[in-house]
């Protein structure tokens, strides 16, 4: 999961989550808000006192409030206070509670971070370990006496990554041989700073798997609580150009070519109109390439100088969008041309998106559903998909 919060480097973001055999759901919740007028960022992460079912709703509560009430700038002392008395109460008068830790992420990459009772946030800069400074606020109201809110503020530097946690990370491996107190927070820090030198450029996702593998292990394969582990990683953005689609007038298509070759980063062409026209005007030779397997029988990619492949376009964009939509953690991509497409759409930050409006006629057919035929809607679909689920970065140009 993906958001650019600075056009100078790019926000990667990844939370991988295990939860003890038998339970149907998991006890952390993490949800997150991107505001794209404001380019702020909120993450939040809740654990639910316990685990499972009842665990899980009273974190929902608290992540949904938590966002909610973090987009509005409410002030955090007021948000945790409401978000304490909005928790049940169990039948013996005993408080149910959810931890929370809130990640908010500025245009200008400064970071606030408020952590009610969940591990600390680990950060590391230029290889080491990293400490902003920490502040506590108390939260409002008789009832909340003691309570405290740790807070961190600082403005992140290209390279830096931050780890977030629920408990099962830290507790990992308790009343075991090998960590009979748990991992600990030390430990893991030593852990984490050891797999960053050794991969300095360790995507979010590895680092976040390595982790929460690690504390699996630990726990010999079968986790005690619920156990999650969220990395953000600020780094150069990686930058990729899909186009589908003629110009609308043929008059622009000189036009239209050179601002795609002027393009800095990898490159796709989804439909073979749009190919001759760019290879017209770059001279350049379109190789069809004939694989013995291909995906729902669609037309076979083609190879041409200076962009990744080129396919068939809508049916071709309508398998995309499906493959991304069904999208998860545990999926698999083939070779097939819509699957070499999501790959690509997964491994860069920044997409510029062309779209040509000029009408393919043929696929004017009445019996095609009207998405289909419409490049523009399958085009949305894919961006939102793209935005919302990826946090990718998306330009969409009409020409």
């Known amino acids: 999961m993906e958001t650019t919060n600075n056009p100078n480097y790019h926000v990667e973001i990844d939370v991988q989550q295990k939860r003890p055999k038998g339970e149907i759901a998991c006890g952390d919740v993490f949800q997150s808000n991107i505001t794209k007028e404001e380019g702020h960022t909120i993450l939040v992460l809740s654990d639910g006192i316990g685990h499972g079912i009842k665990a899980s709703v009273l974190a929902t509560l608290t992540a949904t409030m938590a966002v909610k009430y973090t987009k509005l700038h409410t002030i ?182 050179e601002r795609i070759k002027n393009f800095k980063g990898k490159k796709i062409i989804c439909g073979g109109t749009t190919a001759e026209i760019i290879a017209r005007e770059l001279n350049l030779e379109v190789e069809i390439q004939h694989r013995i397997k291909e995906a729902d029988a669609l037309p076979p990619s083609a190879q041409m100088d200076g962009f990744e492949m080129v396919t068939e376009g809508i049916l071709t964009l309508g398998k995309v969008e499906e493959i991304l939509g069904n999208y998860n953690s545990d999926s698999r991509l083939e070779d097939s041309p819509p699957e070499e497409i999501v790959k690509l759409l997964l491994q860069h930050d920044s997409i510029d998106i062309i779209v040509g409006t000029r009408i393919n006629w043929a696929h004017q057919d009445p019996e095609q559903p009207l998405e289909l035929e419409l490049r523009k809607f399958v085009v949305k679909r894919i961006v939102k998909i793209l935005v919302h689920k990826f946090f990718k970065k998306v330009k969409v140009e009409y020409v």
């Open 76 to 257: 955090p002392e007021v948000a945790a206070r409401v978000i304490m008395n909005a928790l049940p109460k169990s039948s013996d008068g005993k408080e149910r509670y959810a931890t929370f830790t809130i990640i908010e992420i500025e245009p200008d990459s400064k970071v606030r971070i408020t952590n009610y009772d969940n591990p600390p946030i680990l950060v590391v800069r230029n290889g080491k370990s990293f400490q902003p400074k920490e502040y506590n606020l108390k939260i409002r109201g008789e009832e909340n006496l003691g309570k405290l809110l740790r807070c961190r503020e600082f403005k992140a530097k290209k390279e830096d990554r931050i780890v977030f946690m629920s408990d099962g990370v830290p507790q990992s491996g308790l009343g075991r041989n090998r960590f009979p107190m748990g991992w600990g927070m030390e430990k893991i820090e030593g852990f984490m700073l050891n797999q960053i030198n050794r991969m300095p450029n360790i995507s979010a996702t590895k680092l976040a798997r390595k982790i929460i593998n690690q504390a699996v292990m630990n726990d010999n394969f079968s986790v005690k609580d619920d156990t999650t582990c969220g990395v953000i990683y600020f780094r150069e953005p990686r930058k990729f150009m899909l186009i589908t689609g003629p110009p609308f007038y043929k008059i622009k298509d000189c036009d239209f070519v």
